[in-house]
C-alpha cells in the first residue's frame, strides 16, 4: 500500500531515540521530510544524521526541551523555514516522573502536567496554522497504555494523559472540516529505556531481576513478548497517511493485548 507521504513534511518531538526515533525513521522510510527533536544536541543531530543516510530524505534536527513553549515555536519556525509547509504533527515526550498517586510531590506533579498535557495542547496550537495552510494534515498523540489501565509507579502517567485524550477528542471536532485528522496512540509493553527504566524500578521493589521483571511483562500480553518500536510506528505512519482519511478522534492501543478491557 502507498500511504502517499511522499513530499510531505512531518515533525516528531522526541525523536533521537525510542517510540520517537522510530516514527522520524518509518515516516521517512515512507517519503516524508522529517524534523527531528529533543534535548540532546549530539543525539538528535546523529539521530537526523543516521534517518538521512539511510532514506535518502531531507532531515532537519532541533535540539531544544519540548517542556518550554518557546523551544515548540522554534521547532514549528524551525520547519517552516526548512520545508516550507508542515503535513504531519507527531507530538511525543518525554514521559512524566515515575511516581504512586498516594505520595506523588508537587514538583511531579508539575513536570507531569507541563511535559505529559501542556506540550500537547502547545505543539497542537503552534502546528493548526500551518496544517490548514498545506490544506489539512494529521496530529497524533502518542500516549500511554495507562490510559486505558494503571500501572505501578505511573500514576502521573495515567492521570496527564487521560487529559490529552479529552483534548484530542474536543480538538478533533474543531478542525475535522479543515482537512486535519486527530488520533491517540497508546504504546504498552515496548522495548524502550523509558520502560527499561519503568521495569529496573519495578524489579528493585520486588527484589527480582530485571530479566524477570521483563519476563513478567511479556508474559502479561496475549502474544506473550515485548513489543519493539518499529510496531507502533507503522500504525502512527498509516494515521499520518492519507489513506486513514476517516479515522479522527480515536485512541488506538499498541500493545501485544496487554490490556483486557473490552473497551
Not at 544536541?41 to 531531507?58: L, M, N, P
Not at 509547509?85 to 498516594?102: I, K, M
Not at 494529521?138 to 505501578?152: E, H, M
Amino acid at each position: 500500500m502507498d500511504l502517499e507521504l511522499k513530499g510531505k513534511v512531518a515533525i516528531v518531538g522526541g525523536g533521537s531515540k525510542g517510540l520517537g526515533r522510530a516514527c522520524a525513521q518509518v515516516l521517512a522510510e515512507e517519503g516524508a521530510r522529517v524534523a527531528v527533536c529533543s534535548r540532546s544536541q549530539k543525539d538528535v543531530e546523529k539521530a537526523a544524521q543516521e534517518i538521512g543516510d539511510s532514506t535518502g530524505r531531507d532531515t532537519l534536527a532541533v535540539a531544544g526541551d519540548l517542556d518550554r513553549p518557546e523551544t515548540i515555536r522554534e521547532l514549528v519556525a524551525a520547519t517552516i523555514a526548512r520545508f516550507g509547509r508542515l503535513d504531519v504533527l507527531v507530538n511525543n515526550s518525554g514521559g512524566p516522573p515515575l511516581a504512586r498517586a498516594h505520595n506523588a510531590t508537587e514538583e511531579q506533579w508539575a513536570t507531569a502536567v507541563q511535559r505529559s498535557l501542556l506540550f500537547f495542547a502547545r505543539m497542537c496550537r503552534e502546528a493548526i496554522p500551518h496544517l490548514k495552510k498545506s490544506g489539512g494534515g494529521r496530529i497524533i498523540n502518542i500516549l500511554a497504555s495507562t490510559v486505558y489501565q494503571p500501572i505501578p509507579n505511573l500514576a502521573l502517567s495515567g492521570a496527564t494523559r487521560m487529559g490529552v485524550v479529552a483534548f484530542a477528542k474536543s480538538l478533533a471536532d474543531e478542525v475535522g472540516r479543515d482537512g486535519i485528522l486527530v488520533n491517540n496512540v497508546c504504546p504498552g509493553s515496548i522495548l524502550t529505556e523509558r520502560m527499561l527504566g519503568n521495569v529496573t524500578s519495578r524489579a528493585k521493589e520486588l527484589g527480582i531481576s530485571v530479566e524477570d521483571a521483563l519476563a513478567q511483562r511479556a508474559a502479561e500480553t496475549a502474544v506473550g513478548r515485548i513489543g519493539q518500536p518499529n510496531e507502533m510506528a507503522y500504525l502512527v505512519a498509516f494515521l499520518a497517511s492519507s489513506r486513514s482519511s476517516y479515522i479522527t478522534g480515536t485512541t488506538m492501543l499498541v500493545d501485544g493485548g496487554l490490556v483486557r478491557s473490552v473497551l
